[in-house]
């Protein structure tokens, strides 16, 4: 959520940044800006998108240190001045920053009281204040960084420069991520590596209440208390090429059509044919750790949660051990009750949520054991959890998760195969589930193959305000993650209900106008689902049914035949035919796929 970029060396910052910014925009994308240090502070920044920007920012804008920002508003609407750099009155510091400022109120009073006077309602111009009443009475930019941030209550990520010395920048970190770029002879900093990996791939992640001074031949860390820290730089595997549309119009159809590739690479020497079990190196537990567990609670946001539950039926299914998921964001803040034979499993994309994070952090204050699923490498849940899962999906671009989605949902199936095969799961059973794991990237090709089928239906059905999404048991997380695509892309109106509880009130809303996605695969539950078929069209709802066989047109008069694999397996390929309905019926409608309206992709603030 916002993107930071920094630069300093002897190359003109202004293209890097904007470059970088393009790369970030992902994380928001209401306003953008850039000051580049030469002579004094340069500024440009305007409200939209990044192209914007760059149209303002003239050729000969010269200077070989700057930061730049894409904004994601949260204090103050999205605007010209309240774009970010923030210059203090004498234009002398800019700051760049992510995240909130709880006492942004009180210290602008007293700011103000002092003679500060305020261009924009952002809590971020405090810091600028903050910093250059700091910096005429400190030695170094650091010192008058770290004297600032120690009056700031709140969460941040933030760069800093100061126009009379334009050899440095400073960066810190409190809750919203900042990456240094170690280049030759050049520094880059970043608040995620998609900014970075073109110039370099060696790479450093500070920590929550570390800074660091970056200058054009070194850098070095240090505490909020000045205590130097030693950092070993890590190699990111992604390049500049990940971050491409690869000929595809949108990121979005691009991820979806990854699947097949990145459910492969999830999958990739994890299956061990001798025992029939999943070969997890990095869950960090022993045999005797895994069976004295009685529990299992996943916790993620967004799309990671409802693959969370996904998850959690697969467990339950595979190990007979009880598993539930809950929405990260509840649990940090309802005291949650943490057991030490609970094994706390923590998802996230891209490692960085804030709610997932401080969940998280929670747990292991409390003591309990968690494990991330987690794309990026090296990110800041997966460097708080005790083990776990990378899912190797490569970067996940678009706003809305389909990849990681897909993926986290079969790292799941194989945390649930260790678990049963540690159990009771039988050596057959675990020999059909790694079967079934093997076919599944084939079979998403085949459901990949059916697009344009799946864009019709889209057409037809995205010119109704309202849908209803319906599942039962496995099939209730993949209406909810259809359902969540939907809105979420295309901004028709989506509800996801189990089908078993439609009865008990949304009933009442079906009608022409309310057409239903029923997710019905063939298991022990088919009869059931196609009842409440029936009792859907009685009431004169249309229906488009996605399962493993043609129903009868009384039943629905759309269908999209997915195909079969195990019954537990199953829901991971019933997702994406939706992830394909809501990208047709959001391009049907004209949106702005990649980047929907008030989204961010990485949430880091509450
Ligand atoms: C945001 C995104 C969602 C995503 C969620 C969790 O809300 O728009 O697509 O599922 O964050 O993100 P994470 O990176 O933690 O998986």
């Not at 916002?2 to 992902?26: F, H, M, S, T, W």
Request: glycine share 8%; net charge negative; charged share 25%.
């Amino acid at each position: 959520m916002c993107g930071i970029v920094a630069y300093v060396g002897p190359k003109d910052a202004a293209p890097i940044l904007l470059e970088g910014l393009q790369r970030l925009e992902y994380r928001g994308y209401d306003s953008a800006g850039i000051v580049v240090a030469n002579k004094g502070l340069k500024l440009r920044k305007v409200k939209g998108r990044v192209a914007d920007l760059a149209a303002a920012v003239p050729a000969r804008f010269k200077g070989g240190l700057g930061i730049g920002h894409t904004r994601w508003a949260t204090h103050g609407v999205p605007s010209d001045v309240n774009a970010h750099p923030h210059l203090d009155g004498e234009e002398r510091i800019a700051v760049v920053h992510n995240g909130i400022i709880e006492n942004a109120d009180d210290l602008r009073h007293r700011l103000e009281a002092d003679g500060a006077v305020f261009a924009s309602e952002t809590d971020t111009e405090v810091l600028a204040h903050l910093i250059a009443r700091a910096v005429k009475e400190t030695d170094t930019l650091e010192e008058a960084v770290r004297k600032a941030l120690k009056s700031v209550v709140g969460t941040y990520g933030i760069a800093v420069i100061d126009a009379e010395r334009p050899d440095q920048v400073v960066v810190a970190r409190n809750g919203s991520p900042i990456v240094i770029g170690l280049g030759e002879k050049e520094m880059f900093a970043a608040s995620d590596v998609a900014a970075l990996v073109r110039y370099t791939r060696q790479v450093v992640h500070l920590e929550d209440g570390e800074l660091a001074v970056l200058k054009a031949d070194g850098f070095h860390t240090f505490t909020m208390d000045a205590r130097v820290t030693s950092k070993e730089p890590l190699t990111v595997d992604w390049d500049a090429g990940h971050y491409d549309t690869g000929g595809y119009e949108h990121y979005l159809l691009k991820e979806i059509s990854e699947q097949p590739e990145t459910v492969a690479r999830t999958l990739r020497g994890r299956i061990d044919d001798r025992f029939h079990v999943a070969h997890l190196g990095g869950l960090n537990l022993t045999p005797h750790e895994t069976r004295a567990f009685r529990r299992v609670k996943i916790i993620g946001c967004g799309s990671a949660y409802y693959s969370g539950q996904i998850g959690a039926q697969l467990i339950e299914e595979l190990s007979r051990v009880p598993a539930d998921a809950e929405p990260a964001s509840e649990f940090r803040y309802r005291n949650p009750v943490v057991e030490h034979d609970t094994l706390y499993v923590a998802i996230s994309q891209s490692g960085e949520t804030y709610d997932t994070l401080a969940a998280v952090q929670e747990l292991k204050r409390k003591g309990g054991r968690v494990l991330g699923i987690v794309n990026t490498v090296g990110s800041a849940i997966a460097r708080e959890c005790d083990g776990g899962i990378y899912l190797h999906a490569g970067p996940e671009v678009s706003v809305a998760s389909t990849k990681a989605f897909t993926s986290t949902a079969v790292a799941f199936a194989l945390l649930a195969l260790h678990f049963g095969r540690v159990h009771d799961l039988s050596p057959a059973d675990g020999r059909r589930i790694c079967e079934g794991l093997r076919r599944l990237p084939d079979q998403i090709e085949q459901i990949l193959k059916q697009d344009e089928h799946i864009a019709a239906l889209a057409r037809k059905y995205a010119t109704n305000p309202s849908m209803m999404f319906v599942g039962r048991v496995r099939g209730y997380p993949v209406a909810r993650e259809g359902a969540q695509k939907l809105k979420e892309i295309s901004y028709v109106h989506a509800e996801a209900y189990p089908a078993s509880e439609l009865k008990h009130g949304p009933l009442a809303l079906i009608g022409p106008e309310m057409p239903t996605v029923a997710i019905v695969p063939d298991d022990e539950l088919l009869d059931k689902n196609l009842t409440t078929l029936g009792e859907i069209r009685a009431r004169g709802g249309q229906v488009l049914m996605v399962g493993h066989r043609t129903p009868d047109a009384k039943l629905a008069e759309d269908a999209i035949v997915v195909p079969k694999n195990e019954i537990e397996l199953d829901p991971i390929l019933l997702t994406i035919p939706l992830q394909l309905l809501a990208y047709h019926a959001a391009v049907a409608l004209g949106r702005d796929v990649d980047k929907p309206r008030n989204l961010a992709k990485s949430v880091t603030v509450e």
